[in-house]
């Protein structure tokens, strides 16, 4: 995809996408860095969840409309939110230690668990938060402080702050954690650039088969994966 692009010019990254797996995720960022350095600007018309929420952290500005949404962090193991399983089984520990008959209860409720399945959740996470937390460090030029990078690692990783991991978190919300986020309302005709690539491609996805479409300003390496 970046092939024949001029890196010293940066990149502009459009993501809209529901994410995806940590070590793609991890990779993407590392290899967008060493082609096109701390020169990334993130666009968001509607939504980059999850994995795409780390991309976007890792770059120096967010674009984002008022429709606009980042999610939860938090990593999920065959679906289940791996913060879940930790504040389980630490509930757990406790009930067990203060009334020992809800043994049985829990012995149920933990057997659904392989053996390692706990550390994995908790590697898992410290992963993530990893992640995100050097991206901060390395990858943006807005000078954070350990306390800054704590509250936006807190805000966007905790299964407790978050509630859900589908829950979409407003600009207003991400400026509050201290992310860099520029409205793209403030410049129209960038808005109407934006909307206008975001729309083309939704209604690709609406009238076709077409569930990932990947392009760049050249149009030479557009890719479409499809059920066909």
Same mark, same amino acid.
């Given at each position: 995809?970046?092939?024949?692009?001029?890196?010293?010019?940066?990149?502009? $990254? /459009? %993501? =809209?996408?529901?994410?995806?797996?940590?070590?793609?995720?991890?990779?993407?960022?590392?290899? %967008? =860095?060493?082609?096109?350095?701390?020169?990334?600007? @993130?666009?968001?018309?509607?939504?980059?969840?999850?994995?795409?929420?780390? /991309?976007?952290?890792?770059?120096?500005? /967010?674009?984002?409309?008022?429709?606009?949404?980042?999610?939860?962090?938090?990593? !999920? $193991?065959?679906?289940?939110?791996?913060?879940?399983?930790?504040?389980?089984?630490?509930? @757990?520990?406790?009930?067990? *230690? !203060?009334?020992?008959?809800?043994?049985?209860?829990?012995?149920?409720?933990?057997?659904?668990?392989?053996?390692?399945? &706990?550390?994995?959740? !908790?590697?898992?996470?410290?992963?993530?938060?990893?992640?995100?937390?050097?991206?901060l460090k390395n990858y943006v030029d807005t000078e954070y402080n350990e306390k800054d990078i704590g509250k936006i690692v807190t805000g966007l990783s905790s299964h407790k702050e978050t509630k859900a991991h589908d829950?979409?978190?407003?600009?207003?919300?991400?400026?509050? $954690?201290? %992310?860099? &986020? /520029?409205?793209?309302?403030?410049?129209?005709?960038?808005?109407?650039?934006? %909307?206008? &690539? =975001?729309?083309?491609?939704?209604?690709?996805?609406?009238?076709?088969?077409?569930? *990932?479409?990947?392009?760049?300003?050249?149009?030479?390496?557009?890719?479409?994966?499809?059920?066909?």
């Open positions: 995809m970046v092939n024949g692009l001029d890196f010293d010019r940066g990149v502009d $990254l /459009i %993501l =809209h996408t529901p994410g995806g797996n940590v070590a793609a995720t991890e990779s993407i960022i590392y290899y %967008l =860095h060493q082609i096109f350095g701390n020169n990334i600007r @993130a666009i968001v018309p509607q939504l980059a969840m999850s994995g795409g929420t780390m /991309i976007a952290c890792s770059c120096n500005e /967010i674009i984002m409309g008022k429709q606009s949404s980042l999610g939860p962090i938090d990593p !999920q $193991l065959n679906g289940i939110p791996a913060q879940g399983v930790i504040e389980e089984f630490k509930k @757990a520990k406790e009930e067990v *230690k !203060q009334d020992p008959s809800c043994v049985p209860l829990w012995q149920m409720i933990m057997a659904k668990y392989d053996p390692t399945f &706990i550390n994995s959740c !908790q590697q898992a996470i410290e992963w993530s938060e990893t992640i995100l937390e050097e991206s829950r979409h978190l407003s600009p207003d919300r991400c400026k509050e $954690l201290g %992310l860099n &986020i /520029i409205m793209m309302e403030d410049d129209d005709e960038l808005q109407d650039l934006i %909307l206008s &690539i =975001h729309h083309c491609c939704m209604n690709i996805f609406l009238t076709s088969n077409t569930y *990932k479409m990947f392009s760049n300003n050249l149009r030479r390496n557009l890719k479409f994966e499809n059920t066909n």
